[in-house]
């Protein structure tokens, strides 16, 4: 199972990034797909979720500039980002979960926001 993220870059604040993620491998519907990030330093958190049935859940620091959603194809998932501040800056995860089974990771997107 790989889960393939894509879409990351350097943006200058303001700026607008859309993050795709695709998995492959897999033979069944994730219940839930999101985002995660981390930053240099600091713990691995959530930015963005959303579940097969398309209900969306945000961290409250993007609420208003990131836009979760599922893709049309099975198991993929996009994070529109706007607004754009240097404090996003970090590397963003996809990530997709079928309980009991173990989250699936994929290998993480670099953001940088510049000044």
């Known amino acids: 199972v790989q889960l393939q993220a894509s879409g990351g870059g350097l943006v200058q604040a303001g700026g607008s990034l859309r993050l795709s993620c695709a998995a492959s491998g897999i033979k069944f519907s994730f219940n839930v797909m999101g985002w995660y990030r981390q930053a240099p330093g600091k713990q691995r958190e959530l930015v963005a979720t959303v579940t097969s049935g398309g209900i969306a859940n945000y961290a409250d620091f993007v609420k208003g500039r990131f836009t979760i959603s599922k893709g049309v194809a099975r198991n993929t998932v996009y994070l529109q980002m706007n607004s754009l501040k240097p404090e996003d800056t970090a590397v963003y995860f996809c990530?997709?979960?079928?309980?009991?089974?173990?989250?699936?990771w994929g290998q993480g997107t670099l953001v940088t926001v510049s000044s």
């Open positions: 990530n997709g979960r079928q309980p009991p089974l173990s989250p699936y």
